[in-house]
Every structure is written in structure tokens, then in C-alpha cells.
């Protein structure tokens, strides 16, 4: 995607996107702020979930602003130091993560793949955005671990892979109307770029 094509897109924002970006970002802070033991030790919260998913539904932008938004509401009240930074991290990996999956189409191995590719691109960006503000606040041994960290299979990290396919998947079975609003917003984007080449 051009960077031009961002920029319509974000010109292009109607109410149906601030509700998404809306409701998904209080979905992204509970689930965020509700971090729960496994039984094989470790917390995992479904934040990075909610925010793959919506990015695969319905777009990265949207998944990006309400990852941002939602994670930046939990660090303000449970961790200020890494606010500033979680909105512009969130909206990189979100921004990969639609970008990789692409619109929501007709479900065959091929989307399958793409959702697939598109949930670990965006656990990677996240992890690669966060990498510089873990060397900033807290130095570099915290910055290689935390890079380290990705390569290894942890059954959170797992667990969020599986959970973000399954909930996406499921999503689009259940809800064909994603596809619709999809169309919508293209549709909105060609109807700018007519606009403009008419001025």
C-alpha cells in the first residue's frame, strides 16, 4: 500500500470505522487489562488477539487504532512509562497484519494461508516496533531478550496465533457482511480519487 493510499483511507473514515475503532478498542483494553495464569505457568491477556482480528476483518487501520488506543488506555493506568510509545507500535503491527491478509473474500486455503501469514507478520512488526523502546527505557540486555523472546514457540505465543486464525475464520463464516464492508470502503476510497481528479 502507498503511502498515499493511507493517507485517502484515512480521509475516507466514516462512522461506521470510528464505531469499529471504537468498540475494538475497549474490547482491546479489557482484554488487555485481563490477564489470566495457564496452567503450564505464565499469564497470557487475548489483547494481541483482539487487535490481529479486527486488523484481518476489517483492515489494518482499524485494527491498528483500536490496538494503539486500547493498549495505550491500560498502560496509562497500570504502566504510564510505555504509554507513548504502545499507540505507534499497535499501529505498525495492525498495519502489517491487514496489509498481509487482505480483503475478506471468499474462504478457501488460500485466505487461510493469508490469515495465517498475516497473524505472525504482525506479532513480528509488534515485536520488532517495541524492540528500540524496550533499548530506551530499559537498555539493551531487555531489548535482545524481548527479541529473543519472539523466536521461541512460548505456548502464549501459540495460543494467540490459534485463537486470532479461529477467531477470524469463524468471524467471516458467521458474518459475510464483513465482505460487504469491505466493498464499502474501497468503494468510498474510488469515490475520493474520482472527486479529486475532478477538482
Not at 469499529?20 to 489470566?36: E, N, Y
Not at 475478506?104 to 520488532?128: E, M, P, Q, Y
Not at 494467540?160 to 464492508?181: E, F
Request: aromatic share 12%; glycine share 10%.
Amino acid at each position: 500500500m502507498r503511502l498515499q493510499d493511507a493517507l485517502v483511507r484515512v480521509k475516507t473514515l466514516d462512522t461506521r470505522d470510528y464505531s469499529l475503532i471504537a468498540s475494538f478498542s475497549a474490547l482491546m483494553a479489557i482484554t488487555t487489562a485481563w490477564a489470566f495464569p495457564l496452567p503450564f505457568g505464565g499469564l497470557m491477556h487475548f489483547g494481541n488477539v483482539v487487535m490481529w482480528t479486527a486488523s484481518i476483518l476489517f483492515g489494518g487501520l482499524i485494527g491498528g487504532l483500536a490496538g494503539g488506543i486500547g493498549g495505550m488506555i491500560v498502560d496509562i493506568l497500570e504502566a504510564p512509562i510505555w504509554a507513548p510509545f504502545t499507540p505507534l507500535c499497535k499501529l505498525a503491527s495492525g498495519l502489517a497484519c491487514g496489509l498481509v491478509a487482505g480483503e475478506s473474500a471468499t474462504l478457501d486455503h488460500v485466505k487461510f494461508l493469508r490469515i495465517v501469514a498475516a497473524t505472525i507478520v504482525g506479532s513480528a512488526v509488534n515485536t520488532i516496533a517495541y524492540a528500540p523502546v524496550y533499548y530506551f527505557l530499559l537498555g539493551p540486555s531487555s531489548m535482545w531478550a524481548w527479541l529473543l523472546l519472539f523466536l521461541s514457540p512460548t505456548p502464549t505465543r501459540i495460543l494467540s496465533y490459534i485463537a486470532t486464525v479461529i477467531l477470524s475464520i469463524g468471524a467471516l463464516r458467521v458474518y459475510p457482511g464483513i465482505s460487504s464492508y469491505r466493498k464499502s470502503v474501497r468503494q468510498r476510497i474510488e469515490a475520493y480519487g474520482k472527486a479529486e481528479e475532478g477538482r
